[in-house]
T-cell receptor, first 112, second 115 residues
């Protein structure tokens, strides 16, 4: 089993709809979590950080389920500009070593 | 303010040649990271610097890869005896502090093609 797993998609979603996708992780000691967004042929950019049960920022909500070891990303009222690949990042421990595991990403396509 | 910059943006080289990729992080960011990314994959961690020293180089695939950050700012990733499998986009990122709780800011990447 991979340390961080994401459904690669693509998720094809009509504009205005709500979409959610999950990221599962294998290490129960994981402490912090991130969602990055990456547009085609561009660099990743931070979307949200998750340190406790979840985080909300406008149309975006991230939820952490420690018991089942996954984090989810919910996008409400989706826009065409939300089309991108969403990368899940899991930190195993918070010491000086790197210990971030990146998922392969979930591709989201918002259709008009 | 200026973001992370990387040069060159594209590099085409022949198998067996030596290449250097440069990263200029955001001013004041003590942490710097190198990744490589292949199509359809997430970034693959290579090395993490805290200041001038490599805090974690466990991602370097073999001894052909080496990176330096002599003054705690600009970093250079060096690849000796390049192989076709080294072709990828090499991303550099920087952050204010350690990676566990700090946002990473990425540069636009260097697309390396080994013929």
């Amino acid at each position: 089993r991979k340390e961080v797993e994401q459904d690669p998609g693509p998720f094809n979603v009509p504009e205005g709809a709500t979409v959610a996708f999950n990221c599962t992780y294998s290490n129960s000691a994981s402490q912090s979590f991130f969602w990055y967004r990456q547009d085609c042929r561009k660099e990743p950019k931070l979307l949200m950080s998750v340190y406790s049960s979840g985080n909300e920022d406008g149309r975006f909500t991230a939820q952490l389920n420690r018991a089942s070891q996954y984090i989810s990303l919910l996008i409400r009222d989706s826009k065409l500009s939300d089309s991108a690949t969403y990368l899940c990042v899991v930190n195993i421990r918070g010491d000086s070593n790197y210990q971030l595991i990146w998922g392969a990403g979930t591709k989201l396509i918002i259709k008009p | 303010g200026a973001g992370v910059s990387q040069t060159p943006s594209n590099k085409v080289t022949e198998k067996g040649k030596y290449v250097e990729l440069r990263c200029d992080p955001i001013s004041g960011h003590t942490a710097l990271y190198w990744y490589r990314q292949s199509l359809g994959q997430g970034p693959e961690f290579l090395i993490y610097f805290q200041g001038t020293g490599a805090a974690d180089d466990s991602g370097l695939p073999n001894d052909r890869f080496f990176a330096v950050r002599p003054e705690g700012s600009v970093s250079t990733l060096k690849i000796q005896r390049t192989e076709r499998g080294d072709s990828a986009v090499y991303l550099c990122a920087s952050s204010l502090g350690p990676p566990a709780y700090n946002e990473q800011f990425f540069g636009p990447g260097t697309r390396l093609t080994v013929l």
